[in-house]
């Protein structure tokens, strides 16, 4: 065959295939390997899907084709593998035309690569399968599946397979928010490390049990309230239905931020700034996916939050200086300072508040958060 069709094409006689019980069709199609096997004809990807090892090397016994090379088992007449991190061999039709010709149709495709992609992506998730996550994630972007909607199944994934926020969710994020940074060719390896970081998150953990908003919808200075006080007392389904019940009310992103940072906030230095780091990646989280997902995202730092130990818990931020009492003078002298008029000039000093945030001066410190609260510099810069 040395054209590229979609139409039956004739392979071989019956009589050949039959003598020699296995024989590959070249063309300019990928090779196809013809098997005859108790009575019956198939077609297959001459390439074994684990690493591309020619499968008319393997072996054919009771309707299973073995690769020789890590032994992976397939179903003849589906392609199927009966061991998942080979994945399944693409088969073709195949058909015994009289008077005894063995004709094929040389087209692996899928009736909807999207939709094929997908289902293969969750599974690859499900099992924790590197090699079945990176063909998924390679078929979707092939199929112009866009880069942030594979973000969303895999960040999903993550957030119902798994009781809390993780270090691979962390990761997909990061990643998302470099893909508008990236070229074409690193997208897909940025795509396919954060999955498979998920992936490895999940692996034999729980998923996450669902828990629903209360049945009333206080406003939100309450839930603020009792988010703050089901934290201090770490008390996690309460401030899970307390979240969930901000989230009904429609509250604003910038509100359900806010409802959360006051909440870890109220320990010093929570879980070492890792609370804090969470939060602010779920919410970037979902900026990458839609804060329609905010029910599924946010409920995942709650454990987090509610179990986090504040450094004024911890010795050494008590002796043989008492650091959380000179943390807590200083934002005393902050909230004191007069924050100018709406209004104003826009504070732009981000560069110098950074280095001396980074630095090791105290003062310079104090200085410049001074400088920035004088400007009204908002929450958000
Ligand atoms: S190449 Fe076939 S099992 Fe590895």
Redesign the pocket.
Known sequence: METLTSEFVRACSLDELKAKGRLVVHGRHPPILLVYDNGRAFALDNR?P????PLERGSVADGILT?H????RFDLASGCTFDLW?DDVPTCPVEVREPGEVWVKPVFGHADPAGHWRRRLQEGLAHNLDLVIAKAVRGQLVAGVPAPEIIRQVALFGLQNRDGWGVGLTILTAFGNLLPELPEEETYLALFHGARRVAADCESQPPRRDRAPLASRPDLAVLKRWLRHWTKVRHREAAERTLLTAIATGASPAALADLLVSAAADRVYADGGHLLDFINKACECLDLIGWEHASAVLPSVVGQLVSARGAEEATAWRHPIDLVALCEQAAQEIRSLPVAVSGGEPWSEHVGLAEALLGDDPNAILESLKAAMRAGASPSD
């Not at 684990?50 to 090892?53: A, L």
């Not at 090379?69 to 992976?72: G, K, L, P, Q, Y």
């Open positions: 074994c684990h690493m591309g090892f690769c090379w890590h032994h992976a080979a």
